[in-house]
């Protein structure tokens, strides 16, 4: 299967040849970073937007008595910032890291002007794509302050389908902001009622 590839993506949204797209795409840097490799470590400064075409990456943070907290997980055709580092100047709160090898495109925001000016259509993409980052965030916050540990597990599954065969359960459990005793609770429990994921 071909992999995805940012100029599927604008191509799949946009009315613009893909010619075009692979030309100001071509100026883009692209790297592969092996599995446990860090894209951003707390204290630095966020340079870029990562866009993953290949592989998984995971942002998380580490809590005052050294537990680690996962805010999201970036599969395929997924980007991942930390936006407060890379908008506002400020030395960011989070890691990064590599959970697979992955290929990974390093956007920075000149391109994203680049795109704005040269390719008609991708500012009301791109405003559509941040008001959905801040959709499910504002979502998963109410999720984490409301929602039981199974109904978050379901969350988790119908956001990312393919991740439980990817990630170790204590991961999940982290995003989840329960125990991994909880979640295999909630697993044994959903599973007497014969739910097996999709």
Known sequence: MKPFTLTNLL?????????????????????????GEF?????EYCQYIFFVEEGLLRQYGIDYKGKEHILQ????????????????????????QALEDSRVLLLEEDFILKLTEEVDGFL???????????????KRIY?????????RYLSFIKTY?????RVPQWMVASYLGITPESLSRVR???AGRNFRPT
């Open 11 to 35: 191509t799949s949204n946009l009315n613009i040849d893909e010619e075009a797209i692979n030309i100001l795409v071509s100026h883009c840097n692209e790297k592969t970073f092996p599995a």
């Open 161 to 165: 389908p393919d991740l439980l065969l």
């Open 188 to 190: 044994k429990e959903m």
């Open 73 to 96: 997980f970036g599969p395929e055709n997924w980007f991942l910032t930390d936006r407060e580092s890379s908008y506002m100047g400020h030395p960011s709160l989070f890691f990064i």
């Open 143 to 151: 999720e984490l302050l409301s929602a039981t540990a199974e109904e």
């Open 39 to 43: 894209l951003l470590r707390e204290g």
């Open 124 to 138: 009301g993409f791109n405003n559509r794509l941040l008001h959905n980052h801040v959709h499910q965030q504002t």
